[in-house]
């Protein structure tokens, strides 16, 4: 099976509010992909203060799959390639004073190399099974808003996973705003693979809405800024009723316009 190991770091290095992880938005050690291909015989040490990035697959094993913890203090934002997720997430963690967590960043700097060239060079299911175990391994840290790539949400475990220890908030945008967003990077986003986005895009939205509509809460998003989307989310966020009070008190002062 392909792993991917955590980089070293010092324990207190990137560390957020509430102990979870500070991204700035750009990625360590993307080198060479010799996280994925050292991880099987790489061995973590706790007297090396490393800790496995992946949790076993046992542990990720739920008594009540289907039974949501109550209240949430990890916000996951679910939602196809150009939704948002990272802008508005971003803020979403600013205004709530939370760390934010984008599990693509997560991958590809244990992996030591680009979320394309993980692609490329392994396949869409060995990263696929990567990403399930990253995102396992990041639902078990502290309150925090997380990012997750578009197909993450489609796998029964992570899906799972997340209703058990969050509360699911998928950004949903049309079809144009997505073409829009996502054409001027398309060679970076491996599903697009530098094609024309549109068919990809709506092929994409026929698989994964009727999957995405699992959500806790859905709200839509479009050409307005990223802040007034955060602020839809903050107010939709207090109206679910699964937030812990304070962070509902909080979220409720920052959705007020």
């Known amino acids: 099976m392909l792993s991917i190991p955590e980089c070293p770091a010092d324990d207190n290095a ?32 706790p007297s090396a203060g490393l800790k496995p990035l992946f949790v076993s697959a046992a542990a990720m094993t739920l008594s009540d799959p289907g039974a949501p913890t109550q209240p949430a203090n990890q916000v996951v934002l679910i939602g196809l390639m150009g939704a948002g997720k990272s802008s508005v997430g971003r803020r979403l963690a600013k205004r709530l004073g939370l760390a934010f967590v984008d599990s693509d960043d997560e991958i590809a700097e244990a992996a030591g190399c680009s979320i394309p060239e993980i692609f490329a060079r392994f396949g ?4 696929r099974d990567g990403e399930r175990r990253v995102i396992a391994r ?43 967003r996502t054409a001027r990077r398309a060679g970076e986003r491996p599903l697009l693979n530098g094609s024309n986005p549109r068919p990809v895009l709506e092929k994409l939205m026929a698989e994964r809405h009727p999957i995405y509509a699992e959500a806790d ?41």
């Open 14 to 45: 990137g560390r957020g509010p509430a102990g979870g992880l500070r991204r700035t938005g750009s990625v360590r050690n993307i080198r060479d992909c010799t996280g994925l291909n050292n991880g099987l015989q790489r061995s973590l040490h």
């Open 124 to 127: 869409e299911p060995a990263f």
């Open 138 to 180: 990041l639902l078990s840290a502290d309150a925090q808003v997380l990012a997750t790539g578009g197909g993450a949400f489609m796998n029964d475990e992570t899906r799972a996973l997340i209703r058990r220890r969050g509360i699911s908030v998928w950004l949903r945008a049309d079809l144009d705003t997505l073409v829009q």
């Open 217 to 257: 809460v859905v709200v839509d998003t479009g050409t307005e800024p990223p802040d007034d989307t955060a602020s839809r989310v903050l107010a939709a966020l207090v109206a679910s009723g699964r937030l812990p009070p304070s962070l509902a008190q909080r979220a409720s002062a920052e959705a007020k316009p």
